[in-house]
């Protein structure tokens, strides 16, 4: 992973290890239940974001490197483990 790419997910992910401990907190001060799913699903969508920017450093370095090398066997690796990624987030 490039550098700027593990600087910035690094910080994503510690403002979204706020917001779960933040989760948590509403959840044992029982707030309402529509304020909580919708911190939940702002956390699925930061999560998401983090995975794309992943994604988008992988196609950038590993991918691009594979079809670089004309290696057509770590070419179809590395498209299947796309495929195997996209199939399990759709899950």
Known sequence: MQLDT??????RLN???GQVRGLSKMITDDRYCIDVV?????????LRKVEEEVLRDHVAHCVDHAIASGD??????KVAELMAVFGRSRG
Do not use: F, G, L, P
């Not at 593990?6 to 910080?11: A, D, G, L, P």
């Open 6 to 11: 593990k600087i910035s997910v690094t910080k």
């Open 15 to 17: 403002r979204i290890e």
């Open 38 to 46: 919708t911190q939940i699903a702002a956390v699925q969508a930061a």
């Open 72 to 77: 057509a066997d770590e070419q179809r690796r």
